[in-house]
């Protein structure tokens, strides 16, 4: 297992999938907007999710080609939120956010294409994490999330029931 792990792979099934849904609405000539919001809000919620998104990746890529190279298992930072910070960052922020600044109904479907990517390979990291870090990823993959981060930690800065 190399730094990048699955990213490549769910960085091309988002593509992909970007591609296919501008593919059939210019094939059909529609658009599938997020109707029922007014556009300001839309707008400011996606811009919301993308800065959320761009800050957890950027924070997670610093962390990662610190702690990589040296062997370590990561647990603090972004990876005291979820096991897989990069990942988490575009698909459920990043992407939605596009989705929502754009207007874009369909373009939700690249976050849940990713995320079916992600289920779909995420046990080969996961396998290289424990063969690799044995008990110490067992403790940590039972006390932090695997995708979604723990909003009360980011919030509040601690996990629930701590000072």
């Known amino acids: 297992m190399n730094i990048l792990g699955i990213g490549p792979v769910l960085a ?4 992909l999938g970007a591609c296919v849904i501008f593919y059939i609405e210019n094939f059909f000539n529609c658009h599938f907007r997020l109707s029922g ?3 300001e809000i839309l707008f400011g919620a996606g ?4 800065v959320a998104g761009v800050v957890l990746w950027l924070v997670s890529i610093l962390q990662i080609r610190r702690g990589f190279p040296q062997g ?3 647990t603090c930072g972004a990876y005291s939120l979820c096991r897989n910070p990069l990942y988490a960052a575009f698909i459920i922020f990043i992407a939605p956010g596009i989705a929502c600044v754009l207007d874009n109904l369909l373009l939700l479907l690249v976050a849940w294409i990713m995320y079916m990517a992600f289920v779909l390979l995420i046990k080969k990291e996961e396998s290289f994490l424990l063969e690799k870090f044995g008990a110490e990823y067992e403790k940590y993959a039972k006390t932090v999330p695997l995708l979604l981060p723990d909003i009360y930690t980011m919030i509040f800065g601690a996990k ?3 000072k």
Request: charged share 20%; no cysteine.
């Open 12 to 15: 091309v099934a988002g593509f």
């Open 37 to 39: 919001v007014p556009a």
């Open 47 to 50: 811009v919301l999710l993308l």
């Open 72 to 74: 370590k298992l990561l």
């Open 160 to 162: 629930r029931g701590e």
